[in-house]
Nanobody, 129 residues
Framework: QVQLVESGGGSVQSGGSLKLSCTAS????????VGWFRQVPGKARERVAC????????YYEESVKGRFTISKVSSKHTELLEMNNLKGDDTATYYC??????????????????????WGQGAQVTVSS
């Protein structure tokens, strides 16, 4: 099983920027698509962005489009989520995930299984006004 380790996150004022990293411990993330999700206590986990296995396609939910950028650093088995112009509504715990059944296209996430094989431990992002 792939272990995903997240880093980054923290607290920032509205309009600020943060960068999250998601690193695979046991093999290259080039094999599968990777998705980023976020969750606020008491609410369902929501999709944020995804990147295809070969980094040829990315997708962003409307709420983050134009502000967040997902990318891949293959040499380091790492996915990055750069978050700019952060807003209070972006406050959440952010998770990366990957799965053999996950595909990412410019139209969105496409997941053929009910569960994800691997999740990161979560990174807290807090945006204050």
């Amino acid at each position: 099983q792939v272990q995903l380790v997240e880093s980054g996150g923290g607290s920032v004022q509205s309009g600020g920027s943060l960068k999250l990293s998601c690193t695979a411990s046991s093999f290259s993330l080039d094999r599968y698509a990777v998705g980023w999700f976020r969750q606020v206590p008491g609410k369902a986990r929501e999709r944020v962005a995804c990147i295809s296995a070969n980094a040829g396609a990315t997708y962003y939910e409307e709420s983050v489009k134009g502000r967040f950028t997902i990318s891949k650093v293959s040499s380091k088995h790492t996915e990055l989520l750069e978050m700019n112009n952060l807003k209070g509504d972006d406050t959440a715990t952010y998770y990366c995930a990957t799965d053999p059944g996950l595909m990412c296209t410019t139209r969105g996430f496409h997941h053929t299984r009910t569960e994800f094989a691997s999740w990161g431990q979560g990174a807290q992002v807090t945006v204050s006004s």
